[in-house]
């Protein structure tokens, strides 16, 4: 319908408004997050309450805009003015000043301060996006207010993309505080207006209560599992492509982005993209479903395009059902209610549910399993509409019958190493005939999903502890000719050789015996004396502990308890019980768990914590590296592995050590020689000391040592301000 002109500046306004809050809702997040970093550390743990408390904050948001629906509009009005104002009582938006024990439990200390320092903001700014909907639909009788949601998913997205691309590298985190609390007052004084423009003196009866015809269940279960679905896959897809193809820094943006895109298009009035996305993405997923799972490790940046537009197209797809199944307006916000329901369903699965349930990333083709049979779909002729409909039991059996055979062969048993070209051309033929028929379909992506790379997933999976998985990610265990690995991913995390005793205990990748931190430690007698204490952040393989001494100290610190099982527990790996006499491992973060620690507790410290795609930035930070400066001695070394990929960390630690008094070399290690090669990694490791004279006599124990440096205007990360995106490595 047409917009009238005198409508215009009411459906800015109401648009406006929408935008506002959602866009400050994705900010609050990051921004909370942040500041709870320092002071809750790193561990999955924290990030897994704070979305639950983030979750449970949004479905009582929507809760309560429906609830609200019982009362007259200007009633309604009067009730959320107040929640707001009272909310207000919360800016500027900080933590509550508590101090935690150094072994306070996420599950429960996160909630409790999370909920008392933006719990009201939260949800008062959640409940914007039905509630303004709903008002939009008293203001404007006959206007669509579903395409609000469009505008509100809008908001989301840009809030998604400034804060790591603008505000966090043009903001400290106290401006940040003040920036989000004056679009507060913005957003509460929008709603003023709005609530001006809502109809007074209406019957209250036809105000309150609902005309249309409730939803049954079946409709309800409906709306659940379309919201559930793409809400988990975002995740899915999340962990699957920097699990299992590429680690880089802010990738997680951009399956989120794509997530948000969907619902701006499915939600949109002009229906023409939507739709026409929505005919063809049965086909996409079929296809895209198999290329993804079959991978290509040569080509990683093909893959994660690959999974990002399959993740918009089942997104758009079944946002799109849920566009067409949406109620009468006056049951508009127990729409959204439900939704939200299913967004966090589908959060909970694939978020805190998987890792626990699978060793690896299966909830990703699971969830694509299931948009395959929620999906809309249509059949190509009405000829195979018929056949279907004639034969359904034969095809179905047909079906049955021959995906098994290329199960039990393996594709290269058919055709030979490499060359799953022939099937994928006879999937995409029997996807001619099967789409349309939602069983048919399901049996044929299953069968593509299993064919293209499942079996491999599950080959490992039957393995004894050939893998495992916690919530820091995948670790799989592989043995080759004369060595055994252990990969993090897509990523190498450490390598034992194989053989004789001796073989067995020389370290390797990173750590070899000249590499920067190899001739640290082997320096560590001379330099400290036979009793040097030895702290090491990162566990991995447990590769370090092959160069303790007899009547040396060490000291581990590991945040996964899964890395502790496998360097320890499981036998895989032997360089703890053939190198140290039962060293201390402390599990959890380490900045938290060395500020428990005493002054001067070590003559050498090594941090191996940077190599992944996640940065932990609150280890990096001036805070960090005066915590580092109390428990190392005056005259010990603090050793920084800087191995990375993707971050350029030589200033951001050549600015810390600046600001702090340390002198800093850096050796970067190549491997010179064949027998080297096979089992040596490149490496950059920078050492620090506050006294120079004892970082010369490292120097001088050989290595081709240089100066380590930073821009004269580079300041150091402080807990107030960080931001990774200007260290990023071109590629």
Known sequence: MPIRTSSLPARILFVATILTGSFLLFLVQPLVARMALPRLGGAPAVWDSAMFVYQALLLG?????????????????AIHLTLLAVAALWLPIGLMAIDLPPDAEPALWVPWLLGLSIGPLFFAVSAQAPLIQRWFALAQPGRNPYALYAASNLGSFAGLIAYPLLVEPMMTLHGQSWLWSIGYALLALMVVICATRLPGGEDREQATTPQSKPPGWRRVGQWIALAAVPSGLVLATSTFITTDIVAMPLLWVLPLGVYLLSF????????????????????????????????????????????????????????????????????????????????ALGGVFSGILAPVLFDWTYEY?????????????????????????????????????LLPQFWLAGPAGWFGDHQQGPVFLIIAALAFVVIGSRLGFAVLLAGALVLFGGYRALSLSMERDARMRSYFGVYTVRDEPGYRELDHGSTVHGIQLRGSAERERTPTTYYAPDSGVGRAMR?????????????????????LACYARPGQTWRFYEIDPVIVRIARDTGQFTYLRRCAADPVIRIGD??????????????LLALD????????????????????????????????HISNRFVDLEPLVAAAARDGGWAVGKLAYIPSDLDEQASATRSVWLALSRDRQLLSALEARGGTWQRASAPPDLAPWTDDYSSVLPFLRRF
């Open 609 to 640: 914590a940077f190599s992944s795609d996640a940065v932990p930035a609150h280890l990096l930070t001036r805070e960090a590296f005066a915590t580092y400066a109390r428990v190392v001695s005056r005259r010990g070394l603090l050793l920084v």
């Open 365 to 401: 083709p699971l969830l694509i399993l299931a948009a395959g049979i929620l999906i809309p779909q249509q059949f190509m002729t009405m000829g195979i509409r018929h056949l279907w409909l004639r034969h359904r039991a034969v095809m179905l059996v047909a079906l049955v019958v």
């Open 61 to 77: 948001g929507y809760a309560y805009a429906h609830a609200l629906g019982r009362w007259r509009p200007r009633v309604q009005a």
């Open 264 to 343: 701006i298009i499915a939600f949109a009035t002009r229906r023409g993209a939507a739709d026409t996305l929505t005919r063809i993405a049965p086909v996409t997923l079929l296809l895209l479903g198999g290329v993804i799972m079959g991978g290509n490790p040569g080509r990683p940046y093909f893959n994660v395009v690959i999974a990002l537009l399959l993740l918009f197209m089942v997104s758009v797809a079944l946002h799109t059902a849920l566009y067409r199944a949406r109620p009468a307006v006056d049951r508009l916000t127990g729409f959204y209610l439900f939704m939200a329901v299913g967004g």
């Open 590 to 603: 380490a900045r938290i768990r060395l500020a428990a620690e005493p002054t001067d507790s070590f003559d």
């Open 523 to 543: 320096a560590a007698p001379a330099l400290f004396g036979p009793a040097a204490r030895i702290g090491v952040v990162g566990l991995g393989t447990g590769t």
